[in-house]
């Protein structure tokens, strides 16, 4: 049974580019949260999808957008990238947004700006 | 606001000897808490949770956690340490929303070294 999986592994951009992020949830999952994990610090809560759709966001900028395809898989998209992106970002699934089951985290992706 | 803290940056204990890791809350609320390690260069992986029931909760690994609701505290121990439970752990709580959604806030994480 696969776990969460994302891609890529490790990205190196620019100031000013535009990034995109994959999840791919743990199977029988259909929630997905997105998480920023800045060096040395805890995850801080991006935004979270269910049944396609955006359903609780955190602080954040709206350079910072998503999407959840039927299949339950999920892009995180930043745009005008800046230093302070440069992190950790990890993927969470559940099984359904409003159980008590636990999140489950991806290993994540290392993004560089430069 | 729902937050945890976590008041040590690191712990060291000798390999063999009883770890602690420590964890208070501050909820409106009952409580659901959780417990992650992150190892170099990967994600988080569960260690255990507390929803309701015992104080005394058994997990991963050997791991367990108490649950005190007299001291807010929610701390993480292990009876007997080895070398490979070296890693950076994590305290969160889950915040729900009124629309019943809820997001996970974390501590600022504890770096455990296990020296041998």
């Known amino acids: 049974d696969a776990g969460v999986t994302q891609s890529p592994t490790h990205l190196i951009k620019t100031r000013g580019q535009q990034v995109t992020l994959r999840c791919s949830p743990k199977?029988?999952?259909?929630?997905v949260s997105w998480y920023q994990q800045a060096l040395g610090q805890g995850p801080q809560f991006i935004f979270q999808y269910y049944e396609e759709e955006e359903r609780q966001r955190g602080n954040f900028p709206d350079r910072f957008s998503g999407h959840q395809y039927p299949n339950y898989s999920s892009e995180l998209n930043v745009n005008a990238l800046l230093l302070g992106d440069s992190a950790l970002y990890l993927c969470?699934?559940?099984?359904?947004?409003?159980?008590?089951?636990?999140?489950?985290f991806g290993p994540g992706t290392r993004l560089t700006v430069l | 606001a729902q937050s945890v803290a976590q008041p040590e940056d690191q712990v060291n204990v000798a390999e063999g000897n009883p770890l602690t890791v420590k964890c208070t809350y501050s909820v409106s609320g009952n409580p659901y808490l959780f417990w992650y390690v992150q190892y170099p260069n990967r994600g988080l992986q569960f260690l255990l949770k507390y929803i309701t029931g015992d104080n005394l909760v058994k997990g991963s690994y050997g791991f367990e956690a108490e649950f005190n609701k007299s001291q807010t505290s929610f701390h993480l121990k292990k009876p007997s340490a080895l070398v490979s439970d070296s890693a950076l752990y994590f305290c969160?709580?889950?915040?729900?929303?009124?629309?019943?959604?809820?997001?996970?806030?974390f501590g600022t994480g504890t770096r455990l070294k296990v020296l041998a």
């Open positions: 969160a709580v889950r915040d729900f929303a009124p629309s019943g959604t809820y997001k996970y806030i």
């Open positions: 969470a699934s559940t099984r359904r947004v409003l159980s008590y089951n636990e999140q489950f």
């Open positions: 199977s029988g999952h259909d929630t």
